[in-house]
């Protein structure tokens, strides 16, 4: 429950609703469902811009302040800039003076936590992760946040036990956004970071296996001195800070890391098309039309019967189409798409924006703007289409292109054991 004031109140509800552990620990859980209540708050805190956050229930110390700080300011770059607000002071949450946690005493637990669950999002980066991990030893289960008929067939190919986890936004923000409150982007993955963190617990699960990848560590755009990233909560920064938040505040015993933090988006393309697509082929998609808010629980399944689509109008569908391109022929790539894009008119902005000839790229999960100008070099030979975008660079710029190493190793946060899963793969 969160509030303005104690005048407008808000309920979300989150619905585990699934078999756990026998022996999950009440004192874990608590700290895990505390700290996922602060995070989710950011929903709410965004409509009227409070200028001070007020804990009613527990308290944050110092360090777990500048944490919270740091990810509602990072992850509301996209929204302040849409909202043409300067962000600075304009986030404080009350805090404990103490600098230091009370330390965690895991053996206490009483929790021996073992396998992993990965979260499912319906397109090639999760899909991937989810091939590599069935090749492996690693026992998994997947997991998607909202009830979908769609990921329910997906779970059935790929053939592991799927979780379900329901997130019901409160109806009353819905309402004041429609009559005009301050509205925009939010880091969605670090909400579903921290329920996967709850999930963790309640199934006594070690690891959480994201499938984040390198290219999402760069920024979008400055704004006012800033860097912003639509995909701040995908970064290895993140990664890096929530890990540590985890081992301080919540559990020594939870891993949360991304098995392909070292590929680039056009890497991953490449191992999805030529050694995950058939499998899924008509059961994936990474448009992000597929998914909307539900308003209210009664509305039932988003889905329908349909099954997952490709809009061919946003930045998404223009970036996937790019980085698939030199990998599919051009009749399998335009069978998927329905079209090719390269050839839309209404496009052309859009490839402009991810090939970096203009002031930014969209606010959207898309990679970097190198790899779409590698990709396209790569692609001329079947889509000679493209040579018109290539033509707008210098020759400078079309070099540095050519030689861009999109298959190299980049840095990374994942255990060792991850680690040996990866690299058997790529031998």
């Known amino acids: 429950?969160?509030?303005?004031?104690?005048?407008?109140?808000?309920?979300?509800?989150?619905?585990?609703?699934?078999?756990?552990?026998?022996?999950?620990?009440?004192?874990?859980l608590d700290r895990a469902i505390f700290s996922l209540w602060i995070m989710a708050g950011i929903s709410y805190f965004?409509?009227?811009?409070?200028?001070?956050?007020?804990?009613k229930k527990g308290q944050l110390n110092k360090a777990q302040q500048e944490?919270?700080?740091?990810?509602?300011?990072?992850?509301?770059g996209e929204f302040f800039y849409q909202n043409n607000l300067d962000p600075t002071g304009k986030i404080t949450f009350e805090a404990l003076d103490s600098q230091l946690p009370e330390k965690l005493n895991d053996s206490e637990d009483g929790v021996d936590y073992q396998g992993a669950i990965v979260p499912l999002g319906g397109g090639k980066d999760s899909l991937t992760t989810i091939e590599?991990?069935?090749?492996?030893?690693?026992?998994?289960?997947?997991?998607?946040v909202d009830s979908d008929a769609r990921f329910r067939v997906v779970s059935q190919i790929i053939g592991k036990p799927h979780i379900e986890v329901i997130r019901t936004i409160s109806p009353i923000l819905i309402d004041l956004n429609e009559k005009g409150a301050l509205n925009g982007h939010v880091p969605?993955?670090?909400i579903w970071a921290f329920i996967f963190v709850v999930v963790a617990v309640l199934k006594g699960k070690k690891q959480i296996i994201l499938s984040n990848e390198h290219s999402a560590n760069e920024a979008t755009m400055n704004y006012l001195g800033r860097k912003i990233n639509h995909q701040y909560s995908k970064t290895l920064e993140f990664e890096k800070d929530l890990q540590r938040y985890i081992n301080a505040n919540i559990s020594q015993n939870i891993e949360y890391a991304s098995l392909l933090r070292p590929f680039t988006e056009l890497q991953i393309a490449q191992i999805f098309c030529s050694k995950v697509l058939s499998k899924y082929e008509g059961h994936f998609s990474s448009c992000n039309r597929n998914f909307k808010i539900k308003r209210l629980p009664e509305q039932g399944n988003r889905a329908g019967e349909k099954g997952f689509t490709w809009c061919g109008r946003c930045p998404k569908c223009a970036f996937v189409f790019t980085i698939f391109s030199p990998f599919l022929s051009r009749k399998k790539l335009i069978g998927i798409f329905g079209k090719n894009l390269f050839l839309k008119a209404a496009l052309e902005p859009v490839f402009m924006d991810l090939l970096g000839l203009t002031d930014q790229k969209p606010f959207e999960c898309v990679g970097e703007v190198m790899e779409v100008r590698k990709a396209m070099i790569m692609a001329q030979e079947n889509f000679?289409?493209?040579?018109?975008?290539?033509?707008?660079?210098?020759p400078v710029d079309y070099a540095r292109a050519l030689v861009y190493d999109y298959e190299k190793f980049h840095p990374h946060v994942m255990s060792d054991e991850l680690l040996t899963v990866l690299l058997s793969f790529m031998k």
Not at 132 to 144: H, P, V
């Open 1 to 28: 429950v969160y509030s303005f004031d104690s005048a407008i109140f808000f309920e979300e509800m989150i619905d585990f609703d699934f078999s756990f552990t026998d022996k999950y620990n009440e004192k874990t």
């Open 46 to 55: 965004k409509a009227g811009l409070p200028p001070k956050i007020i804990i």
């Open 188 to 190: 969605i993955s670090a």
């Open 67 to 76: 944490f919270f700080q740091k990810v509602y300011e990072q992850g509301l």
């Open 384 to 394: 000679p289409e493209v040579r018109t975008f290539l033509k707008k660079f210098s």
């Open 132 to 144: 590599l991990l069935g090749a492996s030893n690693i026992d998994f289960e997947t997991i998607t």
